[in-house]
C-alpha cells in the first residue's frame, strides 16, 4: 500500500522498553496497539456515562485540584460524558532561580539527556530552550501529556517511557553512550529517586531546581465546598497535602492520577482510595466514571424498595 510522505516522516525508536519519538503531523506517537486499547476503552466509557446518566440530579461533582490552568484535559473527559465538575485547585507553581540558569546551561555545555518529570518542568525547559537559541536537544519526558507540552514549543526528539512515572523512566532510558550528562529540571520537592537511578546506571546528573509548589488560596466557599465533597482527584503530593490540612479525608474518595499520588493520599490518611494502574489522563477520568458508577449503583440499592 502507498506510505505518504508524511508518514515515513514519523520516526520511532525503541529505547528499551520505552519509545524515542519524534515530531510528526499527528503528534506525539505512542505504540498502536496502546492507542486502539486506549480508543476502544474511552468508546466503552462513552457508552457506560449515557447508561448511568453521570450528570443526573444527586450524582456528586467532582473537584480538580491541580493548580489553575491544568485542569483542562480531565475537565473536557469528564464533561463530555456528562459528569459535573469543579475546578479547586490545591497548589500554585512559583518558578525559582535555577530556571534563570537553565538557558546558559543548556547553550553553553553538552548533555545526552534534559529531564522533565511535570508538565510544569517540561513548561520552564522549553521556554529555556528557545532563550539558548534552540540548540539540537534529547529530552526524557515522564509522560506523553509532559511530552506534548514539549512538543507544542518546538521540540522533537523525545523519549517517553513505557509508564508515565519516574523510576519507570530511569529504567527505561537508554544506557549511556556519549557524554553520560544528564540535565535534571525539577521542583524542589521531588525526592531523589530518579537523579539515585539514573546514577546507578552511569549517569552523572546535575538536578536544578527549577520551581516549587505552593498551597493555592482559598475562599470561605471553597472550604465548604471541599468538606462537602464525595469525589476529590489529587495529580501529585503536593495537592493531596494541601487537601489533607484543610479539607475531611475520611469522606471523599480521592481518585489519584497514579500511584505516587496514591501512596501520598494513604500516608495522609485518606480512607478511600483509587488509581489507576497506568499513570494518565485517560485512564484516570475512567476511575472516576468507576467509582462514579459505584455510587449510583450504591445509591440506588439504599433506596427503600419496599410495600
Given at each position: 500500500?502507498?506510505?505518504?510522505?508524511?508518514?515515513?516522516?514519523?520516526?520511532?525508536?525503541?529505547?528499551?522498553?520505552?519509545?524515542?519519538?519524534?515530531?510528526?503531523?499527528?503528534?506525539?506517537?505512542?505504540?498502536?496497539?496502546?492507542?486502539?486499547?486506549?480508543?476502544?476503552?474511552?468508546?466503552?466509557?462513552?457508552?457506560?456515562?449515557?447508561?448511568?446518566?453521570?450528570?443526573?440530579?444527586?450524582?456528586?461533582?467532582?473537584?480538580?485540584?491541580?493548580?489553575?490552568?491544568?485542569?483542562?484535559?480531565?475537565?473536557?473527559?469528564?464533561?463530555?460524558r456528562g459528569v459535573r465538575v469543579v475546578e479547586l485547585p490545591c497548589i500554585m507553581a512559583q518558578e525559582l532561580g535555577g530556571?534563570?540558569?537553565?538557558?546558559?546551561?543548556?547553550?553553553?555545555?553538552?548533555?545526552?539527556?534534559?529531564?522533565?518529570?511535570?508538565?510544569?518542568?517540561?513548561?520552564?525547559?522549553?521556554?529555556?530552550?528557545?532563550?539558548?537559541?534552540?540548540?539540537?536537544?534529547?529530552?526524557?519526558?515522564?509522560?506523553?501529556?509532559?511530552?506534548?507540552?514539549?512538543?507544542?514549543?518546538?521540540?522533537?526528539?523525545?523519549?517517553?517511557?513505557?509508564?508515565?512515572?519516574?523510576?519507570?523512566?530511569?529504567?527505561?532510558?537508554?544506557?549511556?553512550?556519549?557524554?553520560?550528562?544528564?540535565?535534571?529540571?525539577?521542583?524542589?520537592?521531588?525526592?531523589?529517586?530518579?537523579?539515585?537511578?539514573?546514577?546507578?546506571?552511569?549517569?552523572?546528573?546535575?538536578?536544578?531546581?527549577?520551581?516549587?509548589?505552593?498551597?493555592?488560596?482559598?475562599?470561605?466557599?471553597?472550604?465548604?465546598?471541599?468538606?462537602?465533597?464525595?469525589?476529590?482527584?489529587?495529580?501529585?503530593?503536593?495537592?493531596?497535602?494541601?487537601?489533607?490540612?484543610?479539607?475531611?479525608?475520611?469522606?471523599?474518595?480521592?481518585?489519584?492520577?497514579?500511584?505516587?499520588?496514591?501512596?501520598?493520599?494513604?500516608?495522609?490518611?485518606?480512607?478511600?482510595?483509587?488509581?489507576?494502574?497506568?499513570?494518565?489522563?485517560?485512564?484516570?477520568?475512567?476511575?472516576?466514571?468507576?467509582?462514579?458508577?459505584?455510587?449510583?449503583?450504591?445509591?440506588?440499592?439504599?433506596g427503600d424498595d419496599g410495600v
Open positions: 500500500s502507498h506510505t505518504s510522505p508524511t508518514a515515513l516522516a514519523v520516526a520511532i525508536v525503541l529505547g528499551i522498553a520505552g519509545l524515542r519519538l519524534v515530531l510528526s503531523d499527528r503528534g506525539i506517537v505512542g505504540a498502536g496497539i496502546r492507542m486502539r486499547t486506549r480508543a476502544a476503552s474511552a468508546s466503552a466509557m462513552r457508552g457506560a456515562a449515557a447508561t448511568l446518566g453521570f450528570g443526573d440530579k444527586g450524582m456528586p461533582t467532582v473537584l480538580l485540584t491541580r493548580e489553575k490552568g491544568k485542569n483542562e484535559k480531565l475537565r473536557k473527559r469528564l464533561e463530555e530556571a534563570k540558569e537553565l538557558p546558559k546551561l543548556l547553550k553553553d555545555e553538552e548533555w545526552e539527556w534534559v529531564v522533565v518529570t511535570s508538565p510544569e518542568g517540561a513548561k520552564i525547559i522549553a521556554q529555556a530552550w528557545s532563550s539558548a537559541g534552540s540548540p539540537p536537544l534529547s529530552v526524557a519526558a515522564v509522560g506523553s501529556a509532559t511530552g506534548k507540552v514539549l512538543q507544542k514549543e518546538g521540540m522533537s526528539d523525545i523519549f517517553v517511557p513505557s509508564k508515565a512515572h519516574g523510576t519507570t523512566l530511569s529504567e527505561e532510558l537508554p544506557a549511556p553512550c556519549k557524554s553520560g550528562r544528564i540535565l535534571y529540571a525539577v521542583s524542589e520537592l521531588a525526592n531523589q529517586d530518579v537523579e539515585d537511578l539514573l546514577g546507578k546506571r552511569g549517569y552523572q546528573v546535575e538536578r536544578v531546581d527549577a520551581y516549587t509548589t505552593l498551597p493555592a488560596d482559598w475562599t470561605a466557599e471553597d472550604k465548604k465546598l471541599a468538606e462537602a465533597a464525595r469525589v476529590v482527584t489529587f495529580g501529585s503530593p503536593s495537592a493531596a497535602k494541601v487537601w489533607a490540612a484543610r479539607a475531611p479525608v475520611d469522606t471523599p474518595i480521592a481518585v489519584c492520577i497514579g500511584g505516587t499520588s496514591a501512596r501520598a493520599c494513604e500516608s495522609l490518611g485518606f480512607s478511600n482510595i483509587e488509581h489507576p494502574e497506568k499513570p494518565g489522563v485517560a485512564t484516570w477520568a475512567e476511575v472516576v466514571f468507576r467509582v462514579l458508577e459505584r455510587i449510583k449503583h450504591d445509591d440506588h440499592d439504599d
